[in-house]
């Protein structure tokens, strides 16, 4: 039995690197134990206490960007289906999440190179990355992002080499960037970025009702979360977390000659007007 287990292990690779990651990232919880909470978390865990209270109306009646919503529906989720066992639920979801990540790492290493071993490695490359499996004890949406946006790319990758696009495989990438553009604010910027790749392959093969769809899709899409910044942007803090408001805040920052915020050691005073410098 064990041996035809791994025989079966040593030809599925793409089991392997899954179950290997999951079984890594389990025992570090069980190291671990106690979930860890960052600034960023109580960002989520707010509004998803705003989600419990409020229901299906939070949606409508919060000014919380929607690019923010996915993350703090799912811990909503998982309080409203376990209210006593929501750390350890949510620390298994987020194992499951990057043995995901790992496994759609290996599918993609597989059909750019269609070799089995160098897929195994940088699958198990990917899942095993120290920082990652502490990311499952924290309350952040990250590998949540990161597992979407592999599903999203392997997805992406498997219509160019294998030539198969079809009305099915839209409507996956639409809903994986849907979803995507609901986890953060960068979202709807990297699923743009990868599907200009899908139009340039659409183009070659003259399937142009399907790309000229697609362009509208993504303009409109990026007018409207551009667009969104509420009136009182001094005062609401949902309004410093809009696009809008990044593109205020960073012209603040370096019109002071501020590099990274909170980061005073790669700050710069700004130059003087006269200096002649670029």
Not at 141 to 169: E, M, P, V, Y
Request: charge should be positive; include cysteine.
């Amino acid at each position: 039995m064990i041996k035809k287990t791994i025989e079966v292990l040593g030809t599925k690779g793409d089991l392997t690197t899954f179950l290997l990651t999951l079984g890594t990232g389990l025992l570090f919880a069980l190291i671990v134990k106690e979930p860890v909470i960052c600034n960023d978390s109580h960002f989520y865990l707010k509004y998803s206490r705003d989600i419990d209270q409020a229901g299906l109306a939070f949606y409508s009646e919060t000014k919380l960007p929607f690019y923010y919503w996915l993350f703090p529906t799912v811990l909503s989720s998982i309080t409203r289906f376990n209210a006593e066992n929501v750390i350890p639920i949510y620390i298994f979801i987020q194992c499951i999440l990057w043995a995901g990540v790992s496994f759609f790492t290996y599918k993609i290493f597989e059909l750019l190179t269609n070799r089995k071993t160098i897929s195994l490695a940088c699958g198990l490359a990917t899942g095993l990355i120290p920082e990652a499996l502490q990311w499952s004890a924290y309350f952040l949406s990250d590998i949540l992002f990161i597992f979407l946006f592999s599903a999203f790319s392997f997805l992406l990758i498997s219509i160019i080499t294998r030539d198969n696009f079809c009305r099915k495989k839209a409507a996956i990438l639409i809903a994986l960037g849907i979803l995507i553009t609901l986890s953060r604010p960068t979202g709807f910027i990297v699923t743009a970025l990868g599907t200009v790749v899908l139009l340039l392959h659409l183009f070659q093969k003259k399937q142009i009702k399907a790309s000229i769809c697609i362009i509208l899709i993504y303009a409109i899409s990026g007018l409207f979360i551009i667009s969104l910044s509420p009136n009182d942007q001094s005062e609401s803090p949902e309004s410093r977390v809009t696009v809008s408001g990044y593109l205020l805040l960073f012209k603040e920052l370096f019109s002071t000659g501020t590099i990274i915020h909170d980061r005073p050691q790669l700050s710069k005073a700004p130059l003087p007007e006269d200096s002649g410098s670029i």
